[in-house]
């Protein structure tokens, strides 16, 4: 038995147990054994079947669709690895549900996430990893320790392993997400370009103008998340109206919700690159898509968490998600 072996237990909830597993050998420990059931009435009941005591808990559990499901299984975990005398509780959520409600912009409005953060903390969250949140200042809405993952590094990787900088600027889809593009750009060695859009209400996007060459350009979008696919859809028109050569995609959360398929297999993108934080069911037709797997990325962090070294070379670096 390996020291980590001795110190934690890794446990899947129902959200993403393919993720959970690659977490696991990554970090070189077998799953937990746990089971969620449900009662007759949708009620929720967890079984742990070993012992937890004086262990560091990882609980995997993305709060994505059905997120309210999800997160509730994710509470009542939390309470049972707390009430079975675990030393500390870890919270690796790839995906934070509820994100997109970070702050008020209309009067009587709630602020979700940071009602999402207290339930956790109240239900005896000790540290809570995740990866690219929708609002980074999501992390002070915590009064416990965030870590807070990129996929740029992985998504770095596919687009260096294919040589498909060459000739590339990277795209922000949005003004609020340069920073990432940025961070792409670092790792590729390109240019940015920006896409100015105004969006009437939720889910429901409007391209203004191109900001930056891409004229004779591969273009890359990156992004946080795709929901309805509206927004990085009308961007891929925009830079081939624009002169792109062609556009490649990539997110780190695909929620694809409603018209998200239909719209992106319909649109001039030649290629999306998504990760697996949020498992998609096998009826999805995801024909465009190339998954890049965050578990040997989150499977590092937990293994630097507990050697208690800093996991800020991960943010720094290219990721193979092979290593």
């Known amino acids: 038995m390996s020291q980590l072996d001795k110190e934690i237990k890794i446990f899947a909830l129902n959200s993403n147990k393919p993720l959970a597993e690659k977490i696991a050998d990554k970090v070189g420990v077998k799953l937990g054994k746990?089971?969620?059931?449900?009662?007759?009435?949708?009620?929720?009941?967890?079984n742990i079947d070993?012992?937890?005591?004086?262990?560091?808990?990882?609980?995997?559990?993305?709060?994505?669709?059905?997120?309210?499901?999800?997160?509730?299984?994710?509470?009542?975990?939390?309470?049972?690895?707390?009430?079975?005398?675990?030393?500390?509780?870890?919270?690796?959520?790839?995906?934070?549900?509820?994100a997109r409600q970070d702050r008020k912009t209309r009067a009587r409005e709630p602020i979700t996430a940071k009602l999402v953060a207290d339930m956790l903390q109240k239900?005896?969250?000790?540290?809570?990893?995740?990866?690219?949140?929708?609002?980074?200042?999501?992390?002070?809405?915590?009064?416990?320790?965030?870590?807070?993952?990129?996929?740029a590094p992985l998504l770095a990787d596919y687009f260096l392993s294919h040589e498909l900088e060459?000739?590339?600027?990277?795209?922000?889809?949005?003004?609020?997400?340069?920073?990432?593009?940025r961070k792409l750009a670092e790792f590729l060695k390109t240019p940015i370009a920006i896409v100015d859009k105004r969006r009437p209400k939720a889910n429901v996007a409007e391209v203004m103008n191109i900001i930056g060459d891409v004229e004779g350009k591969r273009a890359i979008i990156i992004d946080d998340m795709i929901d309805t696919a509206g927004t990085i859809t009308l961007a891929s028109q925009a830079l081939?109206?624009?002169?792109?050569?062609?556009?490649?995609?990539?997110?780190?959360?695909?929620?694809?919700?409603?018209?998200?398929?239909?719209?992106l297999n319909n649109s001039p993108i030649k290629k999306l690159i998504l990760t697996d934080s949020i498992n998609q069911p096998e009826e999805k037709d995801l024909s465009k898509a190339e998954i890049v797997s965050v578990g040997p990325l989150m499977g590092e962090a937990i293994k630097l968490i507990q050697e208690h070294k800093p996991v800020s070379p991960l943010f720094n670096t290219r990721f193979q998600s092979h290593n």
């Open 240 to 263: 081939m109206d624009a002169g792109a050569t062609e556009v490649y995609a990539s997110a780190t959360h695909a929620v694809l919700s409603g018209p998200a398929i239909e719209r």
């Open 123 to 151: 239900a005896g969250a000790d540290r809570v990893l995740s990866l690219d949140l929708h609002a980074p200042q999501i992390q002070g809405f915590f009064d416990i320790p965030v870590d807070n993952l990129m996929g």
């Open 166 to 181: 060459k000739d590339a600027v990277v795209v922000s889809p949005d003004h609020g997400g340069v920073t990432r593009a």
């Open 50 to 98: 070993e012992s937890v005591r004086g262990k560091d808990v990882y609980l995997v559990q993305s709060t994505s669709a059905p997120v309210n499901d999800n997160l509730m299984e994710l509470l009542i975990m939390i309470d049972a690895v707390k009430r079975a005398s675990a030393r500390s509780v870890n919270l690796v959520m790839p995906y934070y549900g509820y």
């Open 34 to 46: 746990s089971d969620v059931k449900r009662f007759s009435d949708g009620e929720i009941q967890i």
